[in-house]
């Protein structure tokens, strides 16, 4: 895996210009759409959203390495440029993006890392925005580690559920944003309830909304929504 890598989550809606179109028409867009949004990024997929949540219909993943400065503003133009072309077809809702570094709590990569330029992606996602509270950063290392080391023990207690976490400090309103992948949705809801009652609990500061999203191909994605290429 990349050293670095930025993972940008953009959540659409289709608009109702989209509803309206015929189902000719919507697999033209389709068949537009992903090629332009698979050249802004070396890793990119389309998850459904709807009926797991409003408000939004399709979730786009990009990955790519974030080695050189230039990443970052390489990928948001050409993310805009496929995005844009189509925005009277798709509002966009919400972005969530950050980058990967290595972990300061833990030794070296844990099996349960989610590798965010695979090809290959799990039946579930769920990601959210997580801020920590003032209190946690004044405390000291050790104490924080001993929080973490709590935290991580309950976690590789599932180790079929995988995690990314990312760092947006300075760059969002939130300095994480954590990303789950699994194939069992009833067992990730049993890890947030268990990690619910750990010490470091109390320095969450907010840790939503939760973001529920479904993996299938790309243009399986987009057919459910009447975009069948």
């Given at each position: 895996?990349?050293?670095?890598?930025?993972?940008?989550?953009?959540?659409?809606?289709?608009?109702?210009?989209?509803?309206?179109?015929?189902g000719a028409e919507r697999?033209?867009?389709?068949?537009?759409?992903?090629?332009?949004?698979?050249?802004?990024?070396?890793?990119?997929?389309?998850?459904?959203?709807?009926?797991?949540?409003?408000?939004?219909?399709?979730?786009?993943?990009?990955?790519?390495?974030?080695?050189?400065?230039?990443?970052?503003?390489?990928?948001?133009?050409?993310?805009?440029?496929?995005?844009?072309?189509?925005?009277?077809?798709?509002?966009?809702?919400?972005?969530?993006?950050?980058?990967?570094?290595?972990?300061?709590?833990?030794?070296?990569?844990?099996?349960?890392?989610?590798?965010?330029?695979?090809?290959?992606?799990?039946?579930?996602?769920?990601v959210y925005p997580f801020?920590?509270?003032?209190?946690?950063?004044?405390?000291?290392?050790?104490?924080?580690?001993?929080?973490?080391?709590?935290?991580?023990?309950?976690?590789?207690?599932?180790?079929?559920?995988?995690?990314?976490?990312?760092?947006?400090?300075?760059?969002?309103?939130?300095?994480?944003?954590?990303?789950?992948?699994t194939a069992n949705l009833?067992?990730?809801?049993?890890?947030?309830?268990?990690?619910?009652?750990?010490?470091?609990?109390?320095?969450?500061?907010?840790?939503?909304?939760?973001?529920?999203?479904?993996?299938?191909?790309?243009?399986?994605?987009?057919?459910?929504?009447?975009?069948?290429?």
């Amino acid at each position: 895996m990349a050293e670095r890598t930025l993972n940008h989550f953009s959540f659409f809606a289709f608009s109702d210009a989209y509803w309206s179109l015929a189902g000719a028409e919507r697999a033209e867009f389709a068949r537009t759409w992903l090629p332009q949004l698979r050249g802004s990024a070396e890793q990119v997929a389309v998850y459904q959203v709807f009926p797991a949540q409003a408000g939004a219909d399709i979730l786009v993943w990009s990955a790519l390495p974030a080695e050189t400065p230039e990443a970052a503003g390489t990928f948001f133009t050409r993310h805009a440029r496929a995005v844009n072309a189509q925005r009277r077809l798709l509002r966009p809702v919400e972005t969530l993006w950050g980058f990967t570094r290595p972990s300061v709590y833990a030794r070296g990569q844990s099996a349960q890392e989610i590798d965010p330029l695979a090809a290959e992606r799990q039946p579930y996602l769920i990601v959210y925005p997580f801020v920590k509270t003032k209190e946690w950063y004044l405390m000291s290392r050790d104490a924080r580690q001993g929080m973490m080391n709590e935290h991580m023990r309950v976690g590789h207690q599932y180790p079929e559920i995988k995690q990314l976490l990312l760092y947006s400090f300075g760059l969002q309103a939130q300095e994480f944003v954590v990303v789950y992948e699994t194939a069992n949705l009833a067992k990730f809801s049993d890890l947030v309830n268990e990690l619910r009652s750990v010490e470091g609990r109390r320095y969450t500061e907010r840790d939503t909304p939760a973001h529920t999203a479904i993996y299938h191909p790309a243009e399986e994605t987009l057919a459910l929504f009447g975009g069948a290429v």
